[in-house]
């Protein structure tokens, strides 16, 4: 039975599951039925942060340009340009035994492709979670919803997998950004072009 976090809930993945190390982040939304004039494209990401909140590099920051990170710890199963279809809209599997030292924290972002362009915003998403599931078994472990209506974010903190006294834990963020993928790229220290 899977924990159902509320926002700022934190939960402990490893405390009852010794040896747990790969877990698979799920991210899934449903689009408003309010014709933009364009498809919804929605992208998550993985930032892998240091104890600053800091990225140290550009390669750690994976997303649909950069499917895997160096050491093989965090790879993104590639993008889904539509978000058609019940359950998991994208996936990013976290070996955390392969997670560097350096990094503490492994933050899960979700950003609207376009989005002004396109004239979209996380106002007109419903249904938007986050989970995450052990790989091995296939059991949920926690869910997070993001119930709380955005309104004119065209990013969002989904959520975050950070180190705590040994343990690995989930932390249940949902907070928005406006300025897109680049907001959280400049919020994380990744340089863009």
């Known amino acids: 039975m899977p924990v159902n976090l509320q926002k700022g809930q934190k ?12 877990v698979v982040v799920g991210l899934g939304w449903d689009v408003n039925q309010f014709d933009t004039g364009g498809a919804f494209d929605l992208d ?24 895997t990170h160096p050491s093989g710890s965090v ?8 978000g058609a279809g019940d359950g998991d809209d ?11 030292a350096s990094i ?15 004239r979209q ?3 007109q998403v419903n249904n938007a979670f986050i989970r995450v599931y052990n790989e091995e078994t296939g059991e949920e472990m926690v869910r ?22 040994g343990e690995w834990k989930f932390n249940a963020i949902g907070c928005g950004y406006q300025g897109g993928l680049a907001a959280l790229c400049a919020n994380y220290g990744v340089e863009v072009e």
Request: aromatic content about 12%.
């Open 104 to 118: 503490s924290k492994i933050a899960f972002t979700v950003t609207i492709y376009e989005a002004e362009q396109r």
């Open 90 to 100: 994208e996936q990013i599997k976290v070996d955390l035994s392969k997670v560097p």
């Open 144 to 165: 997070y919803d993001l119930g709380e209506d955005f309104s004119i974010e065209t990013a969002a903190v989904f959520g975050e997998l950070y180190r705590n006294n």
């Open 121 to 123: 915003n996380f106002g």
């Open 11 to 22: 939960v402990s993945l490893t405390k009852g599951n010794p040896g747990l190390s790969k």
């Open 75 to 82: 790879q993104h199963m590639g993008d889904n340009l539509t």
């Open 44 to 67: 998550a990401a993985a930032f892998l942060l240091g104890e600053n909140g800091k990225t140290a590099a550009s390669s750690d920051f994976v997303f649909y340009g950069n499917l």
